[in-house]
């Protein structure tokens, strides 16, 4: 069994006591972590203090290198990375459309390559007789990273790369229920990286280090992916020392498929987007309208491929699907099911947990349901797709803006210009046509409304772990 400890200040550190981390194909333990507490983010943070100085002045090329590297080592570890993935995220190996443990090892992978390889230019505002201006981008100290359960690794690596290639160093959190992974790649990386450049502090449910790191005084800036309740609380720890924030919280995104389009030709893209990890991603499609022309054939479409996906145990070559990632998730799945069926809907699918051990859901195609039942208006983040009809362009606009959260969403049709025009409409941070949740490491992703705070990636994901220092020489 694997036991995962601390790594502060580049040395593995025990807790008095350890907790269990569940595989969500079994129901049944396979890890235990040390289970830490405030005393452990205090020593964290101290060790990441004490190396900010030396890190924030290393040479651009040399930081480059070091990322570079870590990003080989993780390559030379994919397979076992992969296996620890789909052990405790339940995420298959291979999964839907490819969208599994390699996809997350890989991407990983991809995302510390291309972080490493941006840079932080001065900015020449004003260069003339009387003053020369330049803005500098500097590194703003101990940043501090909270993951959730969904992309563990993945997430790790889009906060922490980013975090030190501008200089900063970093004490992570990792979800306490997928905490082996992101464990695996701290301890790589402190293969590679000066101690105490990047710290590992694990804590068991219900503990205090996520919030005490909020709080903590020594922490600069917070970068967190999870829930938009868990966000708003870390807003008012932060307020402390005004920390600077990046919160990638929940979507409940919607995709409006026009009339034009043929739904034998678009309904497996569909499928995949909304479904693929079980819809346990942040940007998965979540509500789905659909022209009434087109209505019946797409719902039969997407009740067919439902009912053939291969859903079972990650370690299997063949699975699809795997589990819900944890029973809570589970739970709040079947009470969003059971409203739904309360209010009407009908089941094209599943609708079901399935018997025996693990935390599997069939999944699940919703027709005849509509905006004002929870399914709808709430994230479900789970094997389960509500197909809202409508008949008026405008007016399905307006119902997929009209929610809280904004972090995604797609316009689906055969007409380019036309689908573009809707889809800026959107109130969202990032707008597809005809694709949705697909991002890469080049381009801003983030949420507006209640979908959270900054954005993740490329140039201007990074430029938010920086400071801005401006410089005037007068010259005159
Ligand atoms: P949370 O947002 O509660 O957890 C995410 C991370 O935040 C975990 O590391 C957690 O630690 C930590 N955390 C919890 N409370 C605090 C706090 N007060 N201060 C600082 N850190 C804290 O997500 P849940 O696991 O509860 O999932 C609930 C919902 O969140 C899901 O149903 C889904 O809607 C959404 N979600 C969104 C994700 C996204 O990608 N945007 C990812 C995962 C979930 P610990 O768990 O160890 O206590």
Redesign the pocket.
């Known amino acids: 069994m694997e036991n995962i400890s601390m790594i502060i200040g580049g040395k593995p550190v025990a807790a008095a006591t350890t907790f269990p981390v569940i595989n969500p194909a079994t129901g049944s333990t396979f890890a235990t972590a040390a289970a830490g507490d405030a005393s452990h983010v205090d020593a964290a943070v101290a060790a990441a203090q004490a190396a900010f100085p030396e890190w924030s002045s290393t040479p651009d090329a040399e930081r480059q290198r070091l990322l570079h590297a870590i990003g080989a080592s993780l390559e030379a570890n994919m397979p076992a990375l992969m296996e620890l993935v789909t052990k405790e995220t339940g995420k298959p190996l291979n999964g839907l459309n490819g969208v599994g443990a390699g996809m997350e090892v890989g991407g990983s992978i991809a995302w510390t390559h291309v972080t490493a390889d941006l840079s932080l230019p001065v900015e020449v505002i004003q260069d003339n007789e009387v003053a020369r201006v330049e803005v500098h981008r500097k590194p703003l100290g101990v940043v501090g990273s909270?993951?959730?359960?969904?992309?563990p690794l993945m997430?790790a690596v889009w906060h922490v790369i980013p975090a030190l290639r501008a200089g900063n160093t970093v004490v992570i959190?990792?979800?306490?229920?997928t905490p082996v992974a992101t464990a695996r790649f701290v301890e790589i990386a402190n293969g590679i990286l000066p101690p105490g450049v990047l710290n590992l502090v694990t804590?068991?449910?219900?503990?205090d280090?996520?919030?005490t790191?909020?709080r903590h005084p020594g922490i600069a800036k917070i970068v967190?992916?999870?829930?938009?309740?868990?966000?708003r609380?870390?807003m008012e720890?932060a307020s402390g020392n005004l920390k600077r924030l990046t919160l990638?919280?929940?979507?409940n995104d919607a995709g409006i498929v026009l009339a034009d389009v043929d739904p034998k030709a678009v309904a497996a893209k569909l499928f995949g987007v909304a479904f693929h990890n079980n819809g346990?991603?942040?940007a998965s499609l979540k509500r789905l309208y659909v022209h009434e022309s087109i209505y019946e054939e797409l719902c039969a479409e997407l009740a067919k491929l439902a009912k053939a996906t291969v859903v079972g145990d990650g370690l299997n070559h063949d699975t699809q699907l795997g589990p819900v990632q944890?029973k809570?998730?589970l739970a709040?799945v079947e009470e969003l099911a059971a409203d739904a069926l309360a209010h009407g809907a009908r089941f094209l699918s599943g609708g079901h947990v399935r018997a025996g051990s693990g935390y599997f859901y069939e999944p699940t195609v919703v027709a005849d349901i509509t905006d004002g039942i929870r399914l709808v208006d709430e994230?479900p983040?789970g094997p389960i797709l509500p197909v809202i009809k409508y008949s008026d362009i405008d007016d399905v606009i307006r119902r997929a803006n009209d929610n809280p959260s904004g972090l995604g969403g797609s316009i689906w049709s055969n007409d380019l210009a036309k689908a573009a025009r809707l889809a800026l409409r959107l109130e969202c941070g990032t707008a597809w046509v005809n694709e949705h949740g697909a991002i890469q490491p080049d381009a801003p992703f983030g949420g507006v409304k209640q979908s959270g705070i900054g954005v993740e990636f490329g140039r201007y994901g990074l430029e938010e772990y920086t400071s801005i220092q401006t410089l005037k020489i007068m010259k005159a």
């Open positions: 909270i993951t959730p359960w969904n992309w997430i959190k990792p979800s306490e229920m804590g068991a449910p219900g503990s280090v996520g919030p790191m909020a967190f992916t999870g829930s938009t309740r868990t966000g609380k870390i720890n990638e919280l929940g979507g346990q991603t942040c944890n809570a998730q709040i994230e983040f």
